[in-house]
DNA sequence: TCCTTATACCTTGGTATACAAGGTAATTAA
DNA sequence: TTAATTACCTTGTATACCAAGGTATAAGGA
């Protein structure tokens, strides 16, 4: 696992950017993908998870739904229209900022 | 200027690679030195930047001297040996992150 | 049957890191 | 002589994250 650190500020755009391409998706869902995309290297726990969902909600970027499945329920999120655009600008603002940080420490990311 | 939270655990890895590049180097340059290579898109601010440079100091990873010119000091700090090692650790680690970071954001990042 | 694991939501308390703002003082430029 | 720059520093505040805990259903193994 990586410093804990690192994943600040990242976290909300990596909610955001899942939420934008698969349209739709429940908390859980978003942790296990996550750590799936990652081989397990990024992990989101949920204490930082359900704030950070709710704190997108009560701002109008993300709408819910509740869903029933059996007696269990699942909320899902989805992302707005305005959400989209603060997504977007969220999208460049860290792309941006890692190609400063790289113009620094000069990695080579490219995937 | 970017949202403060994406510096978050980098500050630190910005320093040292720096001080690693640069040999030895006094606080007010490191400052200076980030904003010019990003193009005064980063800026480290000296309430994080002391701190900072004293923890390290303080767990051995910098070694520091002080120099005068004329009637005003300069304080330089240096990477210790074990302070090299540790560097590279977090610049590994950090260089791994971003990997996988990558692997949801899709960004390229190749400079 | 029972126990563990996985699914699925959530909250509370603690920690760490950075910023804003402030303080001191010497030097240089206008 | 005044403002800007250089150069060090500290204090108080915000906040984002994690660890740990809580509730409950569902599925799988022994």
Sequence with gaps: MYSKELLKGTIEIIILKLLVENGSMYGYEITQQVKNLTKGKIVISEGALYPTLHK???????????????????????????????????????SSFLHSLNQILDFKLSS
């Design 56 to 94: 997108l909600e009560a701002i109008g970027v993300l709408s819910t739904e509740i869903i029933h499945i059996g007696r269990r329920q699942r909320k899902y999120y989805h992302v707005s229209e305005v959400g989209k655009d603060i997504s977007a600008l969220k999208m460049q603002e860290l």
